[in-house]
Antibody
């Protein structure tokens, strides 16, 4: 059974870079056709897509975050990562990683990691 | 960007009753719509994809319908474990993938 697990610092200072890693177990991140995505949820609020990456490295980002987002994949470690630069308190959220089928018309998110809370505070 | 809206924001239902949740897209998304359930302290769980196909291990009391811009999630007989927040998500026109704001189903 495929499982995803987010990891990274739970506290980041304003203006610094948030860095998270999602480790995939129970399957290969190189298996196609899948995207690997990041979704966040501010406390008490709804879900916001951040970006997704194909195992080959092709990436897609939310336009509102695009200039600050870097998503990468390390197939040797079966991991993919998120970097969000110049964070502010508005970036405080639960960050989830999830898998998406990559075939056209199949891009739902399943399964999801358990999520990791990142707080931006000095 | 396709904007997703959901109604109502909160739905109060008694156990055993039917719940009907609505999701609307700002433009047609064909049948490229998913529904998720999120319980407190948990990650979202995929319920429905393709507007009407139940995901693996999802009980038959959950059903989805609609196409184009109007979609419905129906829970035929609410069980205690169904009280949660439900989100819809379109994946027809992307980026970005967009979610609705959610409908909270609570106990009446």
């Amino acid at each position: 059974q495929l499982q995803l697990q987010e990891s990274g610092p739970g506290l980041v200072k304003p203006s610094e870079t948030l860095s998270l890693t999602c480790t995939v177990s129970g399957g290969s991140i190189s298996s196609s056709p899948y995207y690997w995505g990041w979704v966040r949820q501010p406390p008490g609020k709804g879900l916001e897509w951040i970006g997704s990456i194909y195992y080959s490295g092709s990436t897609y980002h939310s336009s509102s975050l695009k200039s600050r987002v870097t998503i990468s994949v390390d197939t040797s470690k079966n991991q993919f990562s998120l970097k969000l630069s110049s964070v502010t308190v508005a970036d405080t959220a639960l960050y989830y990683c999830a898998r998406q089928p990559a075939s056209p018309g199949f891009h739902w998110f399943d399964p999801w990691g358990q999520g990791t809370l990142v707080t931006v505070s000095s | 960007e396709i904007v997703m809206t959901q109604s109502p924001a909160t739905l109060s239902v008694s156990p055993g009753e039917r719940a009907t949740l609505s999701c609307r897209a700002s433009q047609s998304v064909s049948s490229d719509l998913a529904w998720y359930q999120q319980k407190p302290g948990q990650a979202p769980r995929l319920l429905i994809f393709g507007a009407s196909t139940r995901a693996t291990a999802i009980p038959a009391r959950f059903s989805g319908s609609g196409s184009g811009t109007e979609f419905t999630l129906t829970i035929s007989s609410l069980q205690s474990e169904d009280f949660a927040v439900y989100y819809c998500q379109q994946y027809n026109n992307w980026p970005p993938f967009t979610f609705g704001p959610g409908t909270k189903v609570d106990i009446k």
